[in-house]
């Protein structure tokens, strides 16, 4: 569902915690489907503790149902 990404805008903010995404200081991965752009660790906590199926943390759209 997610890839890491290499390069973002300026003061892109993470679509879960808010926060301004730093490249440099941390690992950036977006969601295949939608393009929404977060931490890793935010993902990763977000989809481990918080959702019960796979779903974007923006659109609620339904990672599975992909046409990737």
Do not use: M, S
């Not at 969601?31 to 959702?51: A, D, T």
Request: hydrophobic fraction near 30%.
């Amino acid at each position: 569902y997610l890839e890491v990404v290499e390069n973002i805008p300026d003061n892109e903010i993470c679509c879960i915690c808010q926060e301004e995404c730093n490249i440099e200081e941390e690992k950036i991965v977006k969601i295949k489907k939608c393009g929404h752009i977060g931490h890793q660790k935010c993902f990763r906590e977000y989809f481990l503790k918080k959702c019960i199926k796979p779903v974007c943390p923006v659109r609620r759209t339904n990672l599975k149902e992909t046409d990737l």
